[in-house]
C-alpha cells in the first residue's frame, strides 16, 4: 500500500494517466537524471560576492574542470532571477546554479518547482537559512564537487495565494523556508539596508529591538487543522532554521508534508524578549501563548492588513492562504542523515 507521503506527492505532480508505477518510473528517471548543463545566477551585490567578486571566477573554473558547461546569468534588477532561471528551463539546462541569499533563491525558484531542472546553491547572501537546512558547503570547490555527485532529491515547497480583489485576480508566490506573519514581516520591511551591508543578520536585531520599543503589534486571525486562533506572530516553516540563531520551528523538515507552524499572542515587549531567548533553543514552543502545530492548509486574514514575508522578503498584507506542496522541487544536496 502506498504511504501517505508518496500518495500526496503522486496526487500532486501526476497526470490523469498515470499509474502508481508509472509515476514512480518516472520520478526515479528524474532523479537519476545527470547534471552536465549549469545556468550560474548570482547576485553580485550579494553579501559575499560584494566583498571578494573573484569567487564567482572560482566556482565557474571549478565547475568547468569537472567538465560542466556553465552559463552565467548576473542578476540586475529585482525578480531578474526569475526570469533568469525561467530562460533556463526554456533551454533545458539540467541545473540552476543560484549564488546569494535568500531572496535570489527564492526569486529563481519560482521558475523551478514542477519542473525537471534542478537547484543547487552556494550561499552568498546574508542569512542563507535554506542553505544551512540543506547542510550546503560554502567552498566553491566544495560546491562543484557536491554537484558533480549528481546528489539530488526532492523537497516541499510552500504556496501563499493572495486572494483576488474587485479588479485584481489570484496572486501566488512559492517560498522555501518560511512565510512570517506580523512581527517579523514588519522586521523585514524597517530594516536598515545600509546597517545590513554592515553588520549582517545583526541589523535585523537591531530592527527588532527598535520595533518592540514602539509597538503595538498588528493582531490578526489565522486558521488550520479546522480551529481559528488569534495571533500577533506566525510563522509558517518548512525548516527548523529561523535567521542566525533561532530555532522557532525546531522539528520542521523540508522533505516533510506539512508545515510547522508556531503562533505567538502576546503584546507585551517582556513575554517577547522571553521568547527569543527561549527559541534560540527551541523551548518556547513549550511556553504559555505559544501555539505549535502541522498543517498543511492554512489561512490568515487582519482587519488592519497585517505584513507578509516570505523567505526573508515583505510580500503583501493579508489575507492570504498557505500550502505545502510535497515534493515539488529537485535541489543538489548532501545525502539526509
Avoid at 107 to 130: K, M, R
Avoid at 246 to 260: I, N
Avoid at 298 to 306: F, H, Y
Wanted: proline share 5%.
Amino acid at each position: 500500500m502506498l504511504d501517505l507521503e508518496f500518495a500526496v506527492s503522486w496526487h500532486f505532480n501526476c497526470t490523469a494517466a498515470d499509474t502508481p508505477w508509472n509515476w514512480l518510473t518516472r520520478k526515479f528517471a528524474e532523479m537519476m537524471k545527470q547534471i552536465e548543463r549549469i545556468t550560474l545566477i548570482y547576485n553580485p551585490t550579494a553579501g559575499a560576492l560584494r566583498r571578494n567578486p573573484t569567487i564567482i571566477n572560482r566556482l565557474v573554473a571549478a565547475l568547468e574542470a569537472r567538465h560542466l558547461a556553465v552559463t552565467l546569468s548576473p542578476t540586475k534588477r529585482a525578480y531578474h532571477a526569475t526570469e533568469l532561471a525561467r530562460e533556463a528551463v526554456r533551454a533545458q539546462a539540467d541545473c540552476v546554479l543560484v549564488c546569494g541569499g535568500d531572496g535570489t533563491i527564492n526569486e529563481a525558484v519560482q521558475a523551478l518547482v514542477g519542473t525537471d531542472t534542478a537547484l543547487a546553491i552556494w550561499p552568498g547572501g546574508t542569512a542563507n537559512v535554506l542553505a544551512k537546512e540543506l547542510r550546503l558547503p560554502n567552498d566553491p570547490d566544495a560546491t562543484a564537487a557536491l554537484i558533480t555527485q549528481q546528489h539530488v532529491r526532492a523537497i516541499s515547497v510552500g504556496k501563499a495565494v493572495k486572494p483576488a480583489g474587485d479588479q485584481t485576480p489570484d496572486w501566488e508566490r512559492y517560498f522555501l523556508v518560511m512565510a512570517g506573519i506580523g512581527l517579523d514581516a514588519t522586521i523585514v520591511q524597517n530594516v536598515d539596508l545600509k546597517l545590513k551591508k554592515r553588520l549582517g543578520t545583526g541589523a535585523y536585531l537591531a530592527a527588532g529591538l527598535g520595533f518592540l520599543a514602539r509597538l503595538p503589534l498588528t493582531p490578526f486571525s489565522i486558521t488550520f487543522n479546522g480551529q481559528r486562533h488569534a495571533s500577533t506572530f506566525a510563522v509558517i516553516s518548512n525548516a527548523a532554521n529561523y535567521a542566525s540563531m533561532f530555532s522557532l520551528t525546531p522539528d520542521a523538515r523540508l522533505t516533510d508534508d506539512r508545515f510547522k507552524v508556531c503562533l505567538f499572542n502576546s503584546q507585551s515587549r517582556l513575554a517577547y524578549l522571553g521568547y527569543a531567548l527561549l527559541s534560540t533553543a527551541g523551548r518556547h514552543i513549550h511556553t504559555s501563548g505559544v501555539t505549535y502545530e502541522a498543517a498543511q492548509y492554512i489561512s490568515a486574514n487582519s482587519n488592519n492588513a497585517a505584513l507578509v514575508q516570505l523567505d526573508g522578503e515583505v510580500a503583501g498584507h493579508l489575507p492570504m492562504r498557505f500550502e505545502n506542496l510535497p515534493q515539488a522541487l529537485r535541489v543538489v544536496a548532501p545525502p539526509q542523515q
